[in-house]
């Protein structure tokens, strides 16, 4: 099989997504967003995430494959999400896969999410070379992975040990009275504010504690010290500097990042590191990574922005690299893991 179709489906929290792969080329591309309904209430409702992908599984899958000009028929494989995520709605996308799977007599693989967000960047820069390192930042996850096989071999170098860096966005985020999801509005607002005006601390940097976690990840404190800063503020009835208060985390959160990642790859005496997640939208840590990377010479791979959220391209591209290793497409009861651990790549 020289270039494998796969048919991939995402659904671990807020959007319904399908996709189409061909090899390495992106056929097609849907995506379907309930983003809005949960903005009411200030974060992600499962009960309501879990019912707009029940209701949007169908249309998602067929536009996908209408876009591409195919059929399920056309496809070799089928992916999807099996974790980690939110459970209500990993078991719509899974049933919904596996469904689709025995009716069309397709094998189906259920993959990692995270890891899709590694293989995904293979649509824009093609193949991995040896002793990839990876940087994974999202709403829930912030990890540094190094890539001996993206089929078959994963190890976590370092991980968030409490908020990771698209929470502690959030957190700061409700504190300035940003609508959800807050990053977007604190990656605007800092682009127009002094990123050294407030001293914003850097987790697990410093002394024993940085010494002990040379690679993992901490925005807990981070998140403390501005909200301590701003509420110091608010308490003496001055007004609230927002845009540099934006500035502030923004550049030290992506500074924390760069350096970890740096470290990382030069422990791993690697030359590339491949850049996904959700964060990885932010114009401030995109911005400095490629800063660090021409620093030190690692070529700094970020994904294009509709690459970077959670879409069924980055589901399908892991699925296409298991079919090409021959891995084993997953057992017909395999089950949904809200915390699936980030070394196991398929189910």
């Known amino acids: 099989m020289s270039e494998p179709i796969v048919l991939g489906i995402e659904s671990t929290c807020d959007e319904t997504a399908a996709a189409v792969v061909r090899g390495r080329t992106l056929v097609s591309n849907v995506v379907a967003s309930s983003m ?29 494959l209408a876009d591409a000009g195919m059929t399920i028929a056309d496809v070799d494989a089928i992916a999807v999400s099996a974790g980690p995520g939110l459970a209500g709605c990993l078991a719509v996308g899974v049933s919904g896969a596996k469904a689709l799977a025995w009716a069309s007599g397709k094998p189906l693989y259920g993959i990692n999410h995270v890891i899709g967000h590694i293989a995904v960047t293979q649509l824009q820069f093609g193949a991995f070379p040896p002793d990839t390192m990876a940087l994974i930042v999202s709403g829930g996850h912030t990890s540094l992975l190094h890539v001996e096989d993206v089929a078959r071999h994963i190890d976590v170098v370092g991980t968030t040990l409490d908020d990771a860096a698209g929470e502690c966005f959030d957190k700061v985020a409700r504190l300035l009275g940003f609508p959800y999801p807050g990053g977007p509005h604190i990656d605007r607002h800092a682009q127009a504010g002094d990123p050294k005006a407030i001293r914003v601390p850097q987790g697990l940097t410093q002394g024993k504690a940085g010494a002990a976690h040379p690679y993992d990840f901490s925005f807990s404190g981070v998140k403390t010290a501005v ?79 509709k690459l970077c959220t959670d879409n ?36």
């Open 36 to 64: 809005d309904e949960h903005a009411r209430y200030g974060g992600v409702i499962p009960e309501i995430a879990s019912r707009a992908h029940a209701e949007a599984f169908v249309p998602c899958v067929s536009r996908a």
């Open 227 to 305: 909200a301590r800063w701003i509420e110091e503020r608010q308490a003496a009835g001055e007004t609230i500097p927002v845009d540099d208060v934006c500035a502030s985390l923004a550049d030290s959160v992506a500074t924390v990042l760069a350096r970890k990642a740096m470290r990382g790859c030069e422990q791993y005496g690697s030359d590339t590191l491949i850049v996904g997640g959700g964060f990885s939208a932010n114009s401030q840590l995109r911005a400095k990574l490629l800063e660090f990377g021409a620093q030190h010479g690692v070529d700094v791979r970020i994904p294009e922005l």
């Open 312 to 347: 069924g391209a980055m589901v399908a591209m892991l699925g296409v690299n298991l079919v090409e290793a021959g891995v084993a497409p997953s057992a017909p009861d395999f089950p949904i893991d809200s915390a699936m651990p980030l070394t196991k790549i398929c189910m």
